[in-house]
Nanobody, 117 residues
Framework: VQLQASGGGLVQAGGSLRLSCAAS????????MGWFRQAPGKEREYVAS????????SYADSVKGRFTISRDNANNTVYLQMNSLKPEDTAVYYC???????????WGQGTLVTVSS
């Protein structure tokens, strides 16, 4: 599976952004799509994920109630709607795909989100 993330940018605290992740290739083998992020000087962390067929979602505690993950199967695209953004949300955001067996193993190139205070 090949992944192309987009939608990052600069936003003020309290603002919103929507990230997109377009998938191509063997999407039929994908069980779950996820978003991760890596802030400067920190390790990459899990943000949210969604099953490709059933739409079951999962969120990190730090983004619950502010971020919403969704998918458009017809267009092989996953979205991350980010509201009430905080400076600590500043990071490079990566989308990833997980097959039915195994961990997240396909990664997009990352898109930078910068939240100013």
């Amino acid at each position: 599976v090949q992944l192309q993330a987009s939608g990052g940018g600069l936003v003020q605290a309290g603002g919103s952004l929507r990230l997109s992740c377009a998938a191509s290739g063997r999407t039929s083998s994908t069980y779950r799509m996820g978003w991760f992020r890596q802030a400067p000087g920190k390790e990459r962390e899990y943000v949210a994920s969604i099953t490709w067929t059933g739409g079951s979602t999962s969120y990190a505690d730090s983004v619950k109630g502010r971020f919403t993950i969704s998918r458009d199967n017809a267009n092989n695209t996953v979205y991350l709607q980010m509201n009430s953004l905080k400076p600590e949300d500043t990071a490079v955001y990566y989308c990833a795909a997980r097959p039915y067996s195994g961990p997240f193993s396909s990664w997009g190139q990352g898109t930078l989100v910068t939240v100013s205070s």
